[in-house]
């Protein structure tokens, strides 16, 4: 089944046309992607009045909604059908964002990995072009026990361009006693700056490795936040600015640290207690986005 989230007048043009309209899509040059479960591709461009979608395209169980909004940005909404991943399947979702485009590609709820022997793969590839923005900001992964989930995230960010990125995971369904029940979550996220690599980050919580609940202590979210690129380089810089002067607090509900990465941004850990709670966190540290964005994609979220 092949479900066309978002059909518009790139979509329909003749090839030729479509090189005018923005650079013609690698899946429509070749139709071997058609066959491939989970794929999607995205592409945005900078119109006269605001960034639109001129691409989307997504094979089930992958799902892609392009709702309106009042600002300038793109919004780009990821889902599955089901409600979740199940054993097997493998989303793969090419995102490219042009010169002065910008974009907020989130999901439309957390992401439910279900009870999964060989597990489920998930790997997004982004490319930001020269002066453009891409904001990446999901719900949280959520594990059911004995499921299994591994993730690759690969950014290319070009000279002048912003890239604002979230990874966070949840400890499960903890009200259903499956508290840190999975059996492997697997999450690399990649960053480059203009061409160079500013940022490799794995993080890997296996059950063969230890108890996950005895390991990870109090706490029942992880969260990653990583900004780069000269578009955000002031707010990367005020972020780390403002956590480094928190005081340490001894058992505190919530950790957070930041780290620059050079002069190309910067990378927030959080540890908590709560979606609740971390969800409030990065909403606060994500503050400058709404401007940049033209409009606030939490107003009725989190």
């Not at 290319?156 to 979550?185: H, I, K, M, P």
Request: hydrophobic letters at 40%.
């Amino acid at each position: 089944m092949t479900s066309f989230a978002s059909i518009s007048a790139f979509d329909t043009a003749r090839p030729a046309d479509r090189r005018r309209l923005g650079r013609l899509p690698p899946v429509l040059d070749g139709r071997e992607s058609f066959s491939r479960s989970g794929f999607g591709e995205l592409a945005v461009i900078r119109g006269p009045e605001r960034s639109v979608v001129t691409h989307a395209l997504a094979m089930s169980p992958l799902r892609l909604l392009t709702p309106r909004n009042h600002g300038h940005a793109a919004w780009i909404y990821t889902s599955t059908y089901g409600g979740g991943l199940v054993d097997g399947d493998d989303i793969s979702l090419h995102v490219r964002v042009e010169r002065k485009a910008a974009a907020f590609l989130s999901t439309q709820a957390s992401t439910k990995v279900y009870r999964s022997p060989r597990g489920s793969d998930v790997e997004m590839r982004a490319e930001v072009e020269r002066s453009g923005l891409l904001v990446v900001a999901p719900d949280p992964v959520v594990c059911f026990a004995a499921s299994r989930y591994r993730q690759t995230q690969r950014v290319d960010v070009a000279e002048g361009a912003g890239l604002v990125l979230v990874d966070w995971v949840s400890s499960g369904r903890r009200t259903a006693g499956e508290r840190w029940q999975f059996e492997e979550y697997v999450s690399r996220t990649i960053v480059r700056h203009r061409d160079r690599l500013v940022l490799h980050d794995a993080t890997a919580l296996r059950s063969s490795d230890a108890d996950l609940a005895t390991r990870i202590g109090r706490f029942d979210v992880l969260a990653l936040m990583v900004i780069v690129g000269e578009a955000v380089a002031a707010d990367a810089a005020a972020i780390v600015a403002s956590l480094n002067q928190q005081p340490i607090v001894r058992h505190a509900d919530m950790l957070t640290s930041a780290a620059p990465l050079g002069d190309s941004g910067c990378v927030v850990r959080i540890a908590g207690r709560s979606v609740e709670q971390v969800g409030r966190h990065l909403r606060q540290l994500l503050g400058f986005v709404p401007a940049l964005l033209g409009d606030d994609p939490w107003s009725r979220k989190w």
